[in-house]
């Protein structure tokens, strides 16, 4: 729900900033929103019993949002 707050209030600044800024932006925040909607369905598809590191990796483990977060950031 914070995320998606975000996302509102950097698009509602957009709204103010010059086209040549602004349509990039709004390229990005689309594929933000994307991103979003895909890790929330995978929260909810995920059961509450997936074990850490059951499948090799952390993907589903306690840290989720900020492992999903560092691969962003690569």
Known sequence: QEA???LAEMEEELRYAPLT???????????YRKDLAK????VRSTPL???PGGRGDLKYGTYTL???HLDFSM
Do not use: V
């Open 39 to 42: 890790l929330h369905r995978e």
């Open 4 to 6: 998606n707050e975000t």
């Open 21 to 31: 800024f602004r349509n990039p932006m709004m390229s990005k925040l689309r594929n």
């Open 66 to 68: 900020e492992n999903e």
């Open 49 to 51: 019993t997936a074990a």
